[in-house]
């Protein structure tokens, strides 16, 4: 596909063929064999289990083995309601490539299922790729580091805005937004985040803390509430000064947030550097491709890389 059909494409005609397709809402994480909702569509045809393989490039690499045999065993009595959306392979003749429902896959699989129920579609690699990740932040399990990174990979690889992606994904913008605010955020708090140790609440509570990382850990050490952390978060009152940065040169929190409120609506990296006491400062925004600067130059005032209007 290219550049140029694939910016004109508007949400993608793989997403749009997803979400034409498969009530991803109902769907709830991969696990409709167990929502027993009809409305559901109804299978292209069935294939032999053997004759379906993953998506090598499917972001997703860890299935949890117990979730799997609660799925199997639903699997069992009821079938595999849901049909996976899958594509000819490009590689082998006569076999398919999944691209959405690799998990029922591997669960029928432990069933002993023979044939699986399938929607037959002709998509290219990207957008298998953007099916794939669209698919990923429905899941029930996601955590908000691994959903902020599947909006952050839709607008830096496809060009999505926040708006349309809330449209298409039944969200609100400002959830995303605050979803992508997190990932300002030091990468030892994304850890905590990712581990289960806090919560996405405790974390946007960190967001404006003079010491999010202290805080964090102080955090864990304790086992304290997300009212807690937004407590111990709050601004200091009655000094009427501009915070310093911290030792090491760390930036304050008021510009971390602010750096990640512009960061999740460009799309972009934005880093502001201003001088505590000061009025002036600079604002830089870096891209990763020519697409990236041709987007923001549009968003800017229809200014071309070229310098042309």
Request: charged share 30%.
């Amino acid at each position: 596909m290219s550049k140029k059909n694939q910016k004109n494409r508007g949400l993608g005609r793989g997403l749009s063929a997803l979400m034409a397709d498969v009530n991803l809402e109902a769907q709830d994480g991969d696990t409709a064999e167990e929502s027993g909702q009809g409305g559901l569509p109804r299978p292209d045809t069935y294939v032999p289990i053997e004759k379906l393989a993953p998506n090598p490039d499917q972001p997703r690499r860890d299935f949890v083995q117990e979730n799997l045999e609660e799925l199997a065993a639903s699997i069992r009595e009821k079938g595999v309601i849901q049909p996976l959306i899958v594509r000819p392979d490009p590689s082998v003749d006569g076999t398919f490539q999944i691209v959405a429902g690799e998990r029922r896959w591997r669960a029928a699989q432990l069933a002993q299922l023979h044939d699986l129920p399938v929607l037959i579609r002709d998509l290219d690699d990207t957008e298998v790729l953007e099916v794939a990740i669209i698919e990923n932040i429905q899941r029930a399990d996601l955590n908000a580091v691994e959903e902020a990174m599947g909006y952050r990979q839709l607008m830096d690889r496809f060009g999505h805005t926040q708006e349309n992606l809330a449209r298409a994904l039944g969200k609100s913008r400002s959830h995303i937004a605050n979803v992508m605010r997190l990932l300002g955020l030091p990468e030892e708090i994304l850890g905590y985040l990712r581990d289960g140790k806090i919560s996405a609440g405790h974390a946007r509570a960190l967001i404006t803390a003079d010491d999010p990382t202290g805080l964090a850990r102080k955090t864990v050490e304790k086992g304290l509430s997300v009212r807690e952390v937004e407590r111990l978060a709050k601004k200091p009152k009655g000094t009427g000064k501009p915070r310093q940065r911290q030792q090491g040169g760390e930036k304050d929190a008021d510009t971390r947030a602010l750096e990640a409120d512009l960061s999740a609506n460009l799309g972009l990296k934005v880093a502001v550097d201003h001088k505590p006491g000061g009025e002036a400062g600079t604002v830089t925004i870096r891209y990763g491709t020519l697409d990236d600067l041709d987007r923001l130059c549009r968003l800017l005032g229809n200014v071309s890389p070229d310098g042309s209007i």
